[in-house]
Each structure stands twice: as C-alpha cells, then as structure tokens.
C-alpha cells in the first residue's frame, strides 16, 4: 500500500507571495491533518480535515487555509507568506478521525518551504 | 503555552547502554500519550503509546513510562543501537478534542 504523498518535496518562495502544498493521504484514509515543523517548537497541529469538512484547528492566523477533497486529498494554502513561515510542513492521514479510537496516524516526507 | 515539553534538545548515548527520552506535559486532560521517531528527510513514524490508565508499555526493545501524579512520560530504549540515531516527538492527545499535540522533539545520538 502507498504511503502518504506530499508535493513539492521543496519549494523556495519570496515575502508576500502564496502557496499551495498537496498531501495524498493512504488510500482508503479519510482524514488528513497538516503540522507546521520549526526548530524549537517541534511539530506544531496546522488543522485536520476528515470527509471533507475541517473538524479541528491549531492556533494559525487565517493566512493558513486548507481544503480536502471528495477523494481525500489535501491541499493546504499559505498566503502573504513571511519569513517566519520557512517550515517543514506535514501532513498525516489516519483511517478515522486522528486520535479518536487512537487511530494512528501516518505521516508524508514533508513539504520544506523557504521563504526569501 | 507549551503544554508538552521535551526539556533536552539531544542526547547521546554510547551503543548497547540504556536511552531515556524525557517528556513533561501541563494538561491534565491528556489521556494517551504516544512517541514519534523522525528520520532526516523522512516523516515521523509512530513508535509506542500508552493509555493513561497504565503506567508501563513494553514493545521490544522500547519500554514508555507515565507517572500522572508528576505529570511525566519517558521512553526507554535497551540495547542502543546506531540505528536508533533519530528525533524522537512525544504527542499527547485528550480525547475530547482528538487533537494531537507535540513536543518539540529529542535528538537521539547512539555511538558505536
């Protein structure tokens, strides 16, 4: 079974530009959670999308969007980026609702964004 | 607010001795707590967990600990081995809100 996706593996970007990041979750997953990595403040919970709808969400400013689609699929959007923003970011899919019934959650490469 | 902390950014440990990975948590509501190992380059993968209703974990070579009384979570690792050179994130979840939230992460040095 194919594990979790994420596209672009590596992406360099400027002050006040977007981006978009894609996660591809395990087939037959149905919820897609996305963290923010930075050294020093470990893996910080961006929010978790499951059937579609968003159902939690970390402490981001709203600069921070996701989205999932019908075949779970993930896309998550950073607009106005900033420097600070430079991160590693994850995604994790999870048969169920991550945590509930403690179902494990499996974690992509990562995304690593520059910004410059 | 930090409410999972790794107090120790790295640990080395010399190759066949014992490695204890530290973690502290503020939130009480906290009731399953698990460990992440994370290579370079590589997502984290899920290690081991334990329940708050327990106190031991074993899984071959990894033993988790929880003390609730003093709010602290370890993870033992016999033998070391150089494979096990990695990050190593402690999450803890409460089962209200599913949210996982993590620590900042322990660099796990094993010598050969």
């Known amino acids: 079974k194919a594990g979790v996706t994420q596209t672009p593996r590596y992406l360099i970007k400027t002050r006040g530009q977007q981006v978009t990041l894609s996660c591809s979750p395990i087939s037959g997953h149905r919820s897609v959670s996305w963290y923010q990595q930075t050294p020093g403040q470990g893996l910080q919970f961006l929010f978790e999308y499951f059937s579609e709808t968003q159902r939690n969400k970390g402490n981001f400013p709203g600069r921070f969007s996701g989205r999932q689609f019908s075949n779970s699929r993930s896309e998550m959007n950073v607009s106005t980026l900033e420097l600070g923003d430079s991160a590693l970011y994850l995604c994790?899919?999870?048969?169920?609702?991550?945590?509930?019934?403690?179902?494990?959650?499996?974690f992509g490469p990562g995304t690593r964004l520059t910004v410059l | 607010d930090q409410q999972v902390k790794q107090n120790s950014p790295s640990l080395s440990v010399q190759e066949g001795r014992i490695s204890i990975l530290n973690c502290d948590y503020t939130?009480?509501?906290?009731?399953?707590f698990l460990w992440y190992k994370k290579y370079p380059a590589e997502g984290p993968t899920f290690l081991i967990s334990?329940?708050?209703?327990?106190d031991k974990n074993e899984d071959g070579r990894f033993t988790v600990f929880l003390n609730k009384s003093a709010k602290h979570l370890s993870l033992h690792i016999v033998p070391s081995q150089p494979g096990d050179s990695a990050v190593y994130f402690c999450?803890?979840?409460?089962?209200?809100?599913?949210?996982?939230?993590f620590g900042t992460g322990t660099r796990l040095k094993v010598l050969a």
């Open positions: 994790a899919s999870s048969l169920g609702i991550a945590g509930a019934h403690y179902n494990e959650q499996f």
């Open positions: 334990i329940s708050s209703i327990k």
């Open positions: 999450a803890a979840i409460t089962s209200g809100t599913y949210k996982y939230i």
């Open positions: 939130n009480s509501m906290f009731d399953y």
